[in-house]
Every structure is written in C-alpha cells, then in structure tokens.
C-alpha cells in the first residue's frame, strides 16, 4: 500500500511539473 501511494504521489508531482512548464510555455 506505502509503494502505491508513493507511485501516486510520484504521478501527481509529475503532473504538476508537466502543467507548469505547459503554462509557462503558453504565457511566453
């Protein structure tokens, strides 16, 4: 169960990640 939560975590972290540099992407 901790694995999998810290797959989860690692998934929403490089969500996160992927939306910012898409937004800075499209606001330059």
Same mark, same amino acid.
Request: charge should be neutral.
């Given at each position: 169960?901790?694995?999998?939560? %810290? $797959? %989860?975590? $690692? ?18």
């Amino acid at each position: 169960l901790q694995s999998l939560m %810290a $797959d %989860a975590m $690692d998934t929403l972290e490089g969500r996160r990640n992927s939306n910012e540099r898409v937004w800075n992407t499209i606001q330059k």
